[in-house]
């Protein structure tokens, strides 16, 4: 074993950039190994079938799932870019519109929440700030996992929401608006260099739920980093996942590094400018995705015109349909360029 010789571990930072590198690799083997495993089964299977042994219903499910795993090795396979392995970081905010926005943002939350325990994600809450009436003003997930933020990529921009307002005395149709943004998690093994100097900190009460200290205690922190070459504000960072500002401020630096690595890896892609096209105005005309309650039931994306008319799953976190016909689709635009 490669960590067990002699001297693996006398320069750490190189021993764990070579353990994350070998971890990279395992997944391609370990879905190789999978795929192989299951077509094994497969043959045998089919060979107790001609003997009278099996159903050809039970052939017929073990064939699909050698299809699905071999369909999804072949989908992780577009997803070369070094950033795509990594997990991420998403920030949810909503748009004009109060209590209705942040209702809608408060319900993205949990869509991309149960989305990520579904994939089998450690996802972690590393900022909420809760609305006046209901919903949220912004909040902070953390993913952690291969292959995180190569499909929550799929996600950024603004989402759309028509439904009967449950606010509404008057129970009209609102139109609701939130975005949606994501950067890859930097683990150890990224080095980025951060100047203290353009870092400024402050602090604040948790808004969320916690121990006794949540509201009496300010553990919460904001970062910002305002550096010559980054218009004002700068980057601004929250966090409020620990009830230790110290573990906070360690998190928010994790953060800070985590976007200032999207920023390079944009610039070496030159692909900053469709990044930034991203930001779009949260408003009408500007969304990536619709969701409609009301009157009929219909969730559609405007970038690809993958639609499902099962909401209520959708809103469950039923989301990989619509991130794999996106990334397919930038695939074969980047293949055309």
């Given at each position: 074993m490669l960590s067990a010789q002699p001297g693996f571990w006398d320069n750490p930072k190189e021993a764990e950039k070579t353990l994350h590198e070998l971890k990279a690799k395992k997944i391609w083997t370990t879905g190789y190994e999978q795929v192989q495993a299951a077509l094994s089964d497969l043959e045998t299977l089919q060979e107790f079938y001609e003997e009278g042994e099996?159903?050809?219903?039970?052939?017929?499910?073990?064939?699909?799932?050698?299809?699905?795993?071999?369909e999804d090795l072949e989908f992780k396979r577009m997803l070369s870019n070094e950033e795509d392995q990594l997990g991420a970081i998403m920030e949810i905010n909503p748009g004009a519109g109060g209590t209705e926005s942040q209702d809608w943002a408060a319900m993205l939350l949990r869509m991309y929440t149960m989305w990520g325990e579904k994939q089998g994600y450690a996802v972690k809450q590393i900022n909420y700030?809760?609305?006046?009436?209901?919903?949220?003003?912004?909040?902070?997930?953390?993913?952690?996992?291969?292959?995180?933020?190569?499909?929550?990529?799929?996600?950024?921009?603004?989402?759309?929401?028509?439904?009967?307002?449950?606010?509404?005395?008057?129970?009209?149709?609102?139109?609701s608006f939130a975005s949606v943004y994501v950067y890859p998690l930097v683990d150890d093994s990224i080095q980025i260099d951060i100047n203290p100097a353009y870092i400024r900190w402050d602090t604040f009460r948790s808004g969320g739920a916690g121990g006794q200290n949540v509201n009496k205690v300010e553990?919460?922190?904001?970062?910002h980093y305002t550096p010559p070459e980054l218009e004002p504000p700068g980057i601004v960072v929250e966090c409020q996942e620990e009830r230790s500002q110290l573990k906070n401020k360690e998190k928010a630096m994790k953060m800070l590094k985590s976007r200032l690595y999207q920023l390079e890896v944009a610039k070496r892609n030159e692909a900053r400018d469709a990044i930034e096209s991203q930001k779009l105005k949260i408003d009408f005309g500007s969304q990536i995705r619709n969701y409609v309650l009301h009157p009929y039931k219909l969730v559609?994306?405007?970038?690809?015109?993958?639609?499902?008319?099962?909401?209520?799953k959708v809103l469950d976190g039923d989301l990989m349909d619509f991130m794999k016909a996106w990334l397919m689709s930038a695939a074969d635009e980047q293949q055309d360029k």
């Open positions: 099996a159903e050809a219903a039970e052939v017929d499910a073990e064939y699909h799932k050698v299809l699905q795993l071999l700030q809760p609305g006046e009436t209901a919903g949220i003003k912004s909040a902070t997930l953390e993913f952690d996992g291969p292959f995180a933020y190569g499909y929550l990529k799929a996600e950024i921009g603004v989402h759309r929401l028509v439904r009967i307002s449950p606010f509404d005395a008057g129970a009209r149709r609102h139109t553990t919460a922190v904001r970062l559609k994306d405007a970038r690809t015109g993958v639609e499902k008319t099962d909401v209520q």
